[in-house]
C-alpha cells in the first residue's frame, strides 16, 4: 500500500523559512517523480515543484524559483521542500504526490494527507 | 502556466447525470491524451477518478467517465450519489513537462 506522510508545516514569519519533508512508502521511491502541490484556504490546487526519480531533473512553478528547493533522499525514502523567503501567499495546505513516471508524469496517483504552513508576523 | 478553466459549480439531483468541463489550450489539454480528473473532499487530500483522458484507477466506479475533444475535458457522473458531493479539479500534462490543475469545480446534489 502507497502511504505518504508529510511534516514539517507550520508558522512562520514572512521572509522565514520551513523545510517540508514526505516519507513514502510501499512503491520504490527512485522509480517515480514526486511532487509537491499546494491549496491555498479555500483556493484550488496548484503545482509547485517536482523532482525526477533519479532526482537530478528539478521543475518549479515560476513563483517559488529562486526560493524553494525540492530534493530527494532514495535511501531515507523521503522527498523534501526547502522554503525560503517565504511570504504571505505561500500559506497553503502542501501535499506530497507520487507520480507516475520515473522522468515526468502525466498524473499524480497518490496524495498525502497534506501539512500546513502559515506565513504571518 | 494559467489554470485549466471550469465551472465553479454543477449541480444535480440524485440519480441524474452531469457533466464537468475543463478547457486548456493546445499546449496541455489539446496537445496531450494526459487529462486527469481529482475528486476532493472537504478537509480531505484529492483522489485520483480518471487518467489519461478516460481511464479509470482500480476501486473507482464506473459511474465516472471522462473524454476530450480538442482543447476541452469533461468529467461526467452518472447516477449521481449523496457522496460524489465535493470539489473536482481536472488536470494536464503541458508542454513544460509540468503538470497543471484547473479552477475547480463545487459538485452538489440536491
Known amino acids: 500500500e502507497v502511504q505518504l506522510l508529510e511534516s514539517g508545516g507550520g508558522l512562520v514569519q514572512p521572509g522565514g523559512s520551513l523545510r517540508l519533508s514526505c516519507v513514502a512508502s510501499?512503491?520504490?521511491?527512485?522509480?517515480?517523480?514526486m511532487y509537491w502541490v499546494r491549496q491555498a484556504p479555500g483556493k484550488g490546487l496548484e503545482w509547485v515543484s517536482f523532482i525526477s526519480g533519479s532526482g537530478f531533473n528539478t521543475y518549479y512553478v515560476d513563483s517559488v524559483k529562486g526560493r524553494f528547493t525540492i530534493s530527494s533522499d532514495s535511501f531515507k525514502n523521503t522527498l523534501y521542500l526547502q522554503m525560503n523567503s517565504l511570504r504571505a501567499e505561500d500559506t497553503a495546505v502542501y501535499y506530497c504526490a507520487k507520480g507516475t513516471g520515473r522522468v515526468a508524469a502525466s498524473h499524480v496517483d497518490f496524495w498525502g494527507q497534506g501539512t500546513l504552513v502559515t506565513v504571518s508576523s | 502556466q494559467s489554470a485549466l478553466t471550469q465551472p465553479a459549480s454543477v449541480s444535480g439531483s440524485p440519480g441524474q447525470s452531469i457533466t464537468i468541463s475543463c478547457t486548456g489550450t493546445s499546449s496541455d489539454v489539446g496537445g496531450y491524451n494526459y487529462v486527469s480528473w481529482y475528486q476532493q473532499h472537504p478537509g480531505k487530500a484529492p483522489k485520483l477518478m480518471i487518467y489519461?483522458?478516460?481511464s479509470r484507477p482500480s476501486g473507482v466506479s464506473n459511474r465516472f467517465s471522462g473524454s476530450k475533444s480538442g482543447n476541452t475535458a469533461s468529467l461526467t457522473i452518472s447516477g449521481l450519489q449523496a457522496e460524489d458531493e465535493a470539489d473536482f479539479y481536472c488536470s494536464s500534462y503541458t508542454s513544460s513537462s509540468t503538470l497543471v490543475f484547473g479552477t475547480g469545480t463545487k459538485v452538489t446534489v440536491l
Open positions: 510501499g512503491f520504490t521511491f527512485s522509480s517515480y517523480a
Open positions: 489519461d483522458v478516460s
